[in-house]
């Protein structure tokens, strides 16, 4: 079946601008997590979603970084007034029903703060 | 705080020859995971390991788990040029991953 899909792959923006990045799960699992990965460096964890809740948001860096999961599957993750640090591969993962499940990852996307 | 360390980051093989790459992590946990990264491509899942004393094989390589040492390695036998990528330990906590940084493998004829 499908994978975990994210869009857009890359997104190029300015400093100061307001971007959305999207996770389409894999379809049964109710535990997505989001993920950044930092050149050269391995993927850090942002925030966990149990259903439509945030489970553990203590990785989001501060207050520009917000996400949602309206319905307990597709899910945006929203960073506001960017700034030149927050450039990185935002991956997205899945997994069955939270702790324990292995997570599979999405393509990831690729956003670039000028 | 959990932390998790590779080492080497960086390891230039010869082919068919065998190495070995090692995951130390600081805390309890017992779920340790293997993923492998291909230049610009996500995460592809190898290993999950469950329990102390777990191995588990797929072709080429081997990842054991002894949580006694907080400690896991994966062995590559007899290296080929396919395998060059890098590759991730990554450890449950509290439902997360916690990744180390990476191991850097590179095959050379």
């Known amino acids: 079946g499908a994978g975990v899909s994210q869009t857009p792959s890359n997104k190029v923006t300015e400093k100061g601008k307001y971007v959305e990045l999207r996770c389409d799960p894999i379809?049964?699992?109710?535990?997505l997590y989001w993920y950044r990965q930092s050149l050269g460096q391995g993927p850090e964890f942002l925030i966990y979603?149990?259903?439509?809740?945030?489970?553990?948001d203590s990785g989001l860096p501060n207050d520009r970084f917000f996400a949602v999961r309206p319905e307990g599957s597709v899910s945006t993750l929203k960073i506001q007034r960017t700034e030149r640090g927050d450039s990185a591969v935002y991956l997205c993962a899945s997994s069955l029903a939270g702790a324990g499940n292995e997570q599979f990852f999405g393509p990831g996307t690729r956003l670039t703060v000028l | 705080e959990l932390k998790v360390e590779q080492n080497p980051l960086f390891l230039s093989m010869q082919e068919k020859k065998n190495y070995t790459i090692y995951c130390n992590y600081s805390?309890?946990?017992?779920?340790l995971y293997w993923y492998r990264q291909d230049p610009g491509k996500s995460l592809e899942s190898l290993f999950v390991l469950l329990s102390n004393g777990a191995v588990k094989q797929e072709g080429r390589l081997m990842a054991s788990l002894d949580t006694k040492a907080r400690l896991s390695t994966l062995h590559i036998t007899a290296a080929v040029h396919d395998l060059s990528a890098t590759y991730f330990c990554?450890?449950?906590?509290?439902?997360?991953?916690?990744f180390g940084k990476g191991t850097k493998l590179s095959v050379k004829p």
């Open positions: 979603f149990q259903g439509t809740g945030a489970a553990d």
């Open positions: 990554a450890v449950e906590s509290q439902g997360n991953l916690i």
């Open positions: 805390t309890t946990s017992d779920r």
């Open positions: 379809s049964g699992h109710t535990a």
